[in-house]
């Protein structure tokens, strides 16, 4: 089975320019804890998660209506690509020790892998190995 089989289709973006309100009310729309982060050119600049607008804007004093999400991606994104195993998929979650991969097809963001997609998508062993690999030390 390869990635592409498992992840959720049409991940959404918040823009690189957009503010982390902007973030925030698309990540609420959602009922989701992170967005991808993508540039103009619609390649992946990075991720932003709710805890990082908590912790590295709010908790420090900035104000969240003048932070834009490319400011909060930092170094390259942990990625998957479409055609990948899941077998792949898992090694890089428990490697990098992430809940959620953006899904790469050549530079085009297509989709996202959560923890859920493989749990429901990988033999139950497999999928615990996950479970506790992320669990621990996270």
Known sequence: MKV????TAGAECVGESETLVDAARKMA????GSLPICGEDNRLKGMVSD??????VLARGDDPSTVTAGQLGEGK?????????????LRTMSEHRV?????????????MLSQADLARSLPDE??????????SGS
């Open 4 to 7: 592409r089989d498992a992840m």
């Open 29 to 32: 729309e959602l009922d989701v």
């Open 51 to 56: 805890r990082d607008i908590v912790v590295k």
């Open 77 to 89: 994104p942990v990625t998957i690509g479409a055609d990948d195993s899941l077998e792949e998929a």
């Open 99 to 111: 809940r959620r991969l953006p899904v790469i097809d050549g530079h085009d963001l297509v989709g």
């Open 126 to 135: 497999s999928a615990g190995d996950l479970i506790q690999a992320l669990s």
